[in-house]
């Protein structure tokens, strides 16, 4: 009697399940879509308002390796506006610059 209890606990009979039973089994919560970032932050509009108020001497460094010292005047999505004292004011595409820095006061 008991070596048929372990036989029969050590023999595993398949479990049939209809096709509704799988289709619940399967189904599962769809997965969470994450949403898209927005467009923008408006990070990028308070660094360039604060820097335009405060008239901060910024050095631009351009792809190219070229640094540009100057105060920002205005910009747009494309474009910022660097004034410059004995120089040329120019209007300076944003793909064209790879970063910016405050300059250091002489």
């Given at each position: 009697m008991i070596e048929e209890r372990r036989l029969d606990s050590l023999i595993r009979k398949p479990i049939r399940t209809t096709p509704a039973e799988m289709k619940e089994v399967i189904r599962r919560?769809?997965?969470?879509?994450?949403?898209?970032?927005?467009?923008?932050?408006?990070?990028?509009?308070?660094?360039?308002?604060?820097?335009?108020?405060?008239?901060?001497?910024?050095?631009?460094?351009?792809?190219?390796?070229?640094?540009?010292?100057?105060?920002?005047?205005?910009?747009?999505?494309?474009?910022?506006?660097?004034?410059?004292?004995g120089a040329a004011n120019l209007l300076l595409f944003k793909h064209c610059i790879k970063y910016m820095y405050k300059s250091e006061p002489e």
């Amino acid at each position: 009697m008991i070596e048929e209890r372990r036989l029969d606990s050590l023999i595993r009979k398949p479990i049939r399940t209809t096709p509704a039973e799988m289709k619940e089994v399967i189904r599962r919560p769809p997965p969470v879509k994450k949403s898209t970032p927005p467009d923008q932050t408006n990070a990028e509009q308070f660094y360039y308002s604060k820097q335009m108020q405060s008239k901060t001497h910024m050095v631009v460094v351009l792809t190219d390796g070229e640094q540009l010292e100057g105060v920002i005047e205005w910009y747009d999505r494309d474009c910022l506006k660097l004034n410059r004292e004995g120089a040329a004011n120019l209007l300076l595409f944003k793909h064209c610059i790879k970063y910016m820095y405050k300059s250091e006061p002489e």
